[in-house]
């Protein structure tokens, strides 16, 4: 087997738009790595204008509790769904003040290949705001097209069944087809086969910043 590529961030920030789309990009790396660095969840709109989705937050802690992540180091914001690119000024300077106050080594936002209107707003400006940082996309499977990872993280059977438990805690969105544990797995499975790995997340490489050494 080849050897891995080894990296680190003691401060590890994901921005997602809504309640879910963290879980659903990255959930099993973040029940790999919670008990190993200090993360921050981002989510910038509660989802509270729509009255259909009332307990989505509540499930959102719920499910980020599941992947390791306590409810101090969950943050909520309350932009508007789908209104997000009317309010870019607002969301950097959003940004810019985590950048300020937890100053990560790493963050995950969208991939580009996203194409809802509030994933590729948080994508746009967190590069703006966290220039000099590396920034690496997730996907969301249900609003992205022509996604491919290039860089993918070796995660284990206890990883995958965390992210699985951690989706189902949205009762809110059960009869989704993306929440079905058999699609989560199936793109785990797959993106440990491009790795030649047993089970891998996979993103994509928005900006990576590093330094070449020799131990």
Do not use: W
């Not at 879910?20 to 921050?40: F, K, P, V, W, Y």
């Not at 300077?93 to 963050?107: A, H, K, Q, T």
């Amino acid at each position: 087997m080849n050897h891995d590529m080894t990296f680190f961030g003691k401060r590890v920030c994901f921005f997602g738009a809504h309640p879910d789309d963290i879980e659903i990009g990255c959930g099993a790396l973040i029940a790999h790595i919670s008990n190993q660095t200090d993360l921050r969840c981002v989510t910038l709109s509660d989802n509270q204008k729509n009255p259909l989705l009332t307990k989505v937050v509540e499930e959102h802690y719920q499910s980020m509790q599941i992947l390791g992540v306590p409810a101090e180091k969950v943050i909520v914001g309350t932009f508007e769904t789908r209104r997000f690119q009317q309010f870019r000024q607002e969301i950097l300077e959003y940004m810019l003040e985590i950048r300020n106050s937890f100053n990560p080594d790493i963050v995950f936002v969208h991939t580009r290949a996203d194409l809802h209107q509030d994933h590729s707003t948080v994508t746009e400006e967190g590069l703006r705001a966290f220039r000099g940082t590396t920034v690496l996309g997730y996907d969301v499977i249900r609003s992205s097209y022509g996604f491919f990872p290039h860089f993918l993280v070796e995660v284990n059977e206890s990883d995958v069944n965390a992210k699985i438990r951690a989706l189902h805690a949205y009762h809110t969105y059960a009869d989704k087809y993306y929440f079905d544990p058999e699609l989560t797995r199936s793109i785990l499975v797959k993106n440990g086969a491009l790795a030649e790995r047993k089970f891998a997340e996979g993103f994509d490489i928005l900006r990576i910043i590093g330094a070449f050494g020799c131990v």
